[in-house]
């Protein structure tokens, strides 16, 4: 009458660590005070930030790949890269957020980032 | 009375036609009653020749519902021995029967569909975790030459156009330089990743009729599978994964099942609401058009 | 096999024990959770993401107790033997 289910592993401990992971059981309620949401506004601004700086970053190592740009290009957009990501972090220690704070949660789609 | 729903089932047993549905508070023609959330009768509230399978939900146990999870698998799982269930996601409560009614009635033809897709069907996962840190230090000290540009070595074993000459070093120079050798090696990682993703599912891809595919969810979780499998080939899977098992590697696996069809429910009906359809939507394609997007479902 | 345990003499497969049933744990919230027929909307009153998610630790410390309670019971779903 029970159901024939089985859950078989030789490495509990290791599935337990990677999968709590994934589950992100932390809690993600925020508390609405004042300057908790000048925070939140600031991780929400930054969040998207970084987003678009990783997406150029990305662009900008797969046209190197591509093999398509001079070497003054490369050294402009290796400036431009450097800057912002400099200016990245300044602002997040402004703020005092971490990296992994950095991230949104889209529910079914998974993280942003 | 707010109603709690575990499933959905075909009121007439599969194979048998009967023209009239389960009547309501019956237990859904299974040899004794079941208790579900809170002690509360598990019963059936028919809808044409569906049936979605409920208990009242009191108010005290509706404060401890977090608790109840083990309690919605079990009951779920009994179903699945006499039935075909859609089973519904933890914590679908309704404010009324009406309500539920309303719900069954938009959903019908998608109800219709998947209990049919899924008649004699079961889900089993498939959990990987491989040696991340090994695979990404290998890869490092292929394309890390310290006595050299590891730009220019790339080029080479790549036979692509471009040739970064060093001749003048600068800061941004060294930068783009690093950001590229990282970019190369979590290329270099994912593409491996999906190499070994290939192998393990080799070995399941033909036995199961679909499979959901979610590639590292994690740097070490590699591979979180889930396979719908025919009843009958039940045995057949479960050898496979005996082979994979001891096939020589340095992977870990969880292997689970049989579970009620979670992973394999398609809804076509989105909710109304116009915002959630379009930021999803907007979002994937913003991702996908970057690169971004995990392959969340895969063939 | 008597998965009942009254005195804690194998330290060692009691704590296997509670790994296994954390597994399992993990493994029912990993579809129960956010999978099956997924209904949202006014009509429903089942919690928002955030707040399943938020559950998610809850249901973690509780249902050990309950597993813990529960046990002795036929289960869901059979423990594995240990391999």
Redesign the interface.
């Known amino acids: 009458m029970t159901m024939n289910r089985t859950i078989e592993t030789d490495s509990q401990e290791a599935f337990i660590e990677e999968i709590e992971k994934v589950q992100d059981v932390l809690p993600k309620r925020i508390d609405a005070n004042s300057k908790n949401v000048e925070k939140g506004l600031a991780k929400l601004v930054l969040t998207l930030v970084e987003l678009i700086r990783k997406l150029l970053e990305k662009q900008a190592m797969r046209r190197i790949e591509g093999g398509s740009l001079s070497e003054e290009e490369i050294e402009g957009i290796g400036e431009t890269l450097m800057k912002l990501e400099n200016k990245m972090k300044e602002l997040k220690e402004i703020f005092g957020l971490k990296d992994e704070e950095l991230n949104l949660n889209l529910g079914p789609l998974g993280d942003l980032m | 009375m707010k109603v709690y729903a575990y499933g959905i089932i075909n009121s007439n047993p599969e194979g048998i036609v009967l023209p009239i549905p389960f009547k309501e508070g019956t237990n859904s023609g299974m040899d004794e009653p079941l208790s579900g959330l809170g002690e509360a009768s598990v019963y059936n509230i028919p809808y044409r020749d569906i049936a979605v399978i409920v208990s009242e939900l009191s108010d005290e146990a509706k404060e401890k519902t977090d608790t109840y999870i083990l309690e919605h698998e079990r009951i779920v799982e009994r179903l699945m021995e006499s039935f075909t269930v859609l089973p519904m996601r933890f914590l679908t409560v309704f404010n009324t029967k009406e309500d539920l009614l309303g719900m069954a009635e938009l959903y019908y033809e998608d109800f219709k569909d998947n209990l049919a897709r899924l008649y004699n069907k079961v889900e089993f996962g498939m959990k990987v975790i491989w040696p991340a840190d090994t695979i990404k230090q290998r890869i490092v000290d292929v394309y890390h030459k310290p006595e050299g540009d590891g730009l220019a070595s790339y080029s080479q074993s790549h036979k692509t156009k471009h040739n970064v000459s060093i001749s003048t070093e600068s800061p941004a120079k060294t930068f783009v330089k690093e950001k590229f050798q990282e970019h190369i090696i979590e290329k270099e990682f994912q593409e491996e990743a999906n190499r070994c993703i290939q192998v393990v599912d080799d070995y399941f891809n033909r036995i199961a009729c679909e499979k959901k595919l979610k590639r590292l969810q994690t740097e070490s979780l590699l591979l979180n599978a889930s396979y719908l499998v025919d009843k009958d080939r039940q045995n057949e899977f479960k050898q496979a994964f005996e082979q994979l098992k001891n096939a020589p590697s340095d992977l870990k696996f969880l292997f689970s099942g049989p579970w009620p069809c979670y992973n394999f429910i398609n809804l076509t009906k989105k909710p109304s609401s116009v915002d959630y359809f379009n930021t999803e939507d907007m979002l994937n394609r913003l991702l996908a058009q970057q690169g971004f997007a995990q392959e969340r479902n895969s063939v | 096999m008597d998965r009942q345990i009254k005195t804690l003499q194998d330290k060692n497969s009691y704590l296997?024990l509670r790994?296994?049933e954390?597994?399992?744990?993990?493994?029912?919230?990993?579809?129960?959770?956010?999978?099956?027929?997924?209904?949202?909307?006014d009509?429903?009153?089942?919690?928002a993401?955030?707040d399943?998610?938020?559950?998610?630790?809850?249901?973690?410390l509780?249902?050990v107790e309950?597993?813990e309670r529960?046990r002795g019971a036929?289960?869901?779903?059979?423990q594995?033997e240990p391999?």
């Open positions: 296997d790994k296994q954390r597994v399992t744990l993990l493994e029912i919230l990993d579809r129960a959770l956010d999978k099956g027929v997924v209904i949202s909307g009509i429903v009153i089942s919690v993401d955030v399943l998610v938020y559950l998610g630790l809850k249901i973690l509780s249902s309950t597993m529960l036929p289960m869901a779903g059979a594995e391999t």
